[in-house]
């Protein structure tokens, strides 16, 4: 599949979304409850919300920004373009926006649920595979930039360490308690 | 009805499609045996072409609902070639003057 640049912003954010998010999920129900079922039920539900909002967020957002775009280009071309090709361009982008936002935030998601699926369910295991999973982001986010690959993979990784960190202190803060 | 052998059209369209959708949607009518398009103004919304259709029978409705389907509007019909063989214009004294 011969991806742009366009879906790969969606790619990205999708997936970021979705892998930082569930693991949060993961990580703040695995303080209460080691039971792998409910995890699995928590993280589940969070991804599928994450999943749908993302999806639904991107639909309006495009749907408005397009409609914008089409109304300058209409002013300029003193014309309707109403049940044009131009319009239907602007109609398929606006559903395959959404439609990769929603599905990278879903596979996103699957990232730290997969050890708790395949019962080697740990906060740690979790961890470890999200930070593999956001190498591999900062790589294509390096190529799709065609900026070094090495910065890419270092502010990809870092900035999501930090999100893990944070939770983790959260975590760490309620144990205390 | 005289069959339109040429057409010569300006048109203003959006960038996108680009001038090789456009030019390749109106080759795939009937009749029309070739298409020249050629751009001479483009601003950041819009670009003005000029298309010389030229056929053994076309359709001039057909050629304007093909470019208005792909978001372009035509202008003015610059130039019409109609008849059983295309007649080139003359030039006159008036012209060299």
């Given at each position: ?103 990278a935030s879903f596979l996103g ?69 | ?64 609902r093909t470019i208005e389907n ?28």
């Amino acid at each position: 599949m011969n991806l742009n640049i366009e879906e790969g912003r969606y790619i990205i954010l999708g997936s970021i979304d979705g892998l930082l998010a569930t693991l949060g999920i993961i990580v703040g129900v695995s303080v209460t409850s080691a039971s792998n079922p409910v995890i699995v039920s928590a993280a589940f539900g969070g991804a599928i919300a994450l999943a749908l909002t993302n999806g639904l967020g991107s639909y309006l957002a495009e749907s408005t920004i397009e409609h914008g775009k089409l109304a300058v280009t209409e002013k300029s071309l003193l014309r309707d373009l109403s049940n044009t090709y131009v319009e239907s361009l602007s109609r398929r982008k606006i559903m395959k926006d959404a439609v990769f936002s929603g599905a990278a935030s879903f596979l996103g998601s699957l990232v730290p649920i997969s050890p708790y699926l395949l019962s080697v369910g740990s906060v740690i295991v979790s961890v470890a595979l999200s930070l593999i999973s956001l190498v591999a982001l900062g790589i294509y986010a390096g190529y799709i930039s065609k900026q070094s690959y090495i910065v890419s993979v270092i502010k990809m990784v870092g900035l999501g360490a930090l999100i893990i960190v944070a939770v983790q202190l959260l975590r760490i803060s309620h144990l205390i308690q | 009805m005289s069959q339109i052998k040429r057409l010569v059209l300006d048109v203003l369209k959006p960038h996108e499609p680009t001038m090789i959708e456009v030019a390749s949607a109106i080759g795939d009518i009937q009749d029309v045996d070739g298409v020249n398009m050629s751009l001479y103004e483009v601003d950041q919304q819009t670009e003005n072409v000029k298309i010389t259709v030229e056929g053994s029978d076309i359709d001039y409705d057909i050629v304007l609902r093909t470019i208005e389907n792909l978001g372009a509007v035509v202008h003015s019909v610059d130039e019409i070639i109609a008849g059983k063989k295309i007649v080139e214009e003359e030039e006159t004294l008036h012209d060299r003057g």
